[in-house]
Every structure is written in structure tokens, then in C-alpha cells.
């Protein structure tokens, strides 16, 4: 079983920028891959980002050129960060890492973007 921990989130005003981490503990298996995803208030969750550990990384549209995974291999711990953060980010984002025998999810952590 593989268990993530989420941290990172808060309170940030408009252009302002956060950094979500996603620490990962367990039975890690070296072929996987890191999703982020995050529900805003009515909404269902929705996929953010991802990122391979055979190098490829993808994000949806209205977050490219503003947000960017990596990843510390030594600290198995994948990270999200967020630039010039707008009111629609507002979200509870989570990590969520897929190997080929399992899905784990971590808790969440809110993000709010507000003046």
C-alpha cells in the first residue's frame, strides 16, 4: 500500500503563488504516475496535471505555462507549483498516484485564491 500525505495549500490573493507537495510512503512502485486533481465548490473533481515517471508530463489547458510538477525521487515526494493563481483556481486539490497494482489518493488540501 502506498499512503500520500498532501500539504502546501492556503489562502493566496490573486497573482500570487503556492507550492503543493505530495509526500509518498509505502510499497512505491518505479513505474507510475503523479495526477493532480482538485474540485472546486458544486463541481466534480477534475484533472489538473500529470506527470510520468517515463518523463512525460501533461496539463489542461487553462493551467499550462503556470503550473509545473516535479518530483524529488530522493524524498519520494512529487510537488505542484502554482503561479499567477486567479479566483478559478479555488479548489481542494489532490495527488493521486497510479502505479499498475494500485490507485492511492491523499487527503486533499484547500486552495483559495481570493483579494
Known amino acids: 500500500q502506498v499512503q500520500l500525505v498532501e500539504s502546501g495549500g492556503g489562502l493566496v490573493q490573486p497573482g500570487g503563488s503556492l507550492r503543493l507537495s505530495c509526500a509518498a510512503s509505502g510499497s512505491i512502485s518505479s513505474i507510475n504516475t503523479m495526477q493532480w486533481y482538485r474540485q472546486s465548490p458544486g463541481k466534480q473533481r477534475a484533472l489538473v496535471a500529470i506527470?510520468?515517471?517515463?518523463?512525460?508530463?501533461n496539463y489542461i489547458d487553462s493551467v499550462k505555462g503556470r503550473f509545473t510538477i516535479s518530483r524529488d525521487s530522493a524524498k519520494n515526494s512529487w510537488y505542484l507549483q502554482m503561479n499567477s493563481l486567479t479566483p478559478e483556481d479555488t479548489a481542494v486539490y489532490y495527488c493521486?498516484?497510479?502505479?499498475?497494482?494500485?490507485?492511492?489518493w491523499g487527503q486533499g488540501t484547500q486552495v483559495s485564491v481570493s483579494s
Open positions: 506527470s510520468s515517471s517515463t518523463g512525460i508530463t
Open positions: 493521486s498516484l497510479v502505479s499498475a497494482s494500485q490507485i492511492s
